[in-house]
């Protein structure tokens, strides 16, 4: 299967689909070497509603719309990176097992915000 234009083309859905394959990628890490299955479902919803919300935003009916959902998102943001943390700290990960999460993590909520700025400026200026 080949990847739709529309993300590979838009580097914010892109970088949050990649995000999202990190995070399965960790989940089934998490269930079926670790045995985990209750933070790893949480780290599953959050990390992959970052991407899901990312897309609802782009195709958004309006400006205002565009804004809630990628304010959604970068919620979903924080609560992924809590439960990445929370997952080391309590020793199921390793800091070099989620390097690449937190990676695309940083780098799509610098997107997030970054849209988030400007949407919100061109939406004071009208």
């Not at 960790?26 to 949480?42: G, I, R, W």
């Not at 970052?50 to 009916?61: K, T």
Request: glycine share 4%; charged share 25%.
């Amino acid at each position: 299967m080949k990847l739709d234009d529309r993300i590979k083309n838009n580097p914010l859905l892109y970088k949050t689909f990649l995000l999202a394959l990190e995070i399965i990628r960790l989940y089934k890490y998490l269930t079926e070497v670790k045995h985990e299955y209750v933070m790893s479902k949480q780290l599953l919803k959050a990390g992959t509603s970052v991407g899901a919300n990312s897309n609802e935003a782009v195709a958004g009916q309006s400006k205002k719309d565009f804004i809630a959902k990628l304010s959604i998102a970068m919620k979903e943001s924080s609560e992924t990176r809590y439960w990445l943390y929370l997952l080391v700290f309590s020793d199921y990960l390793t800091e070099k097992e989620i390097n690449k999460a937190l990676n695309l993590l940083r780098e799509s909520m610098n997107l997030i915000g970054s849209s988030l700025i400007t949407s919100k400026k061109n939406l004071e200026k009208n």
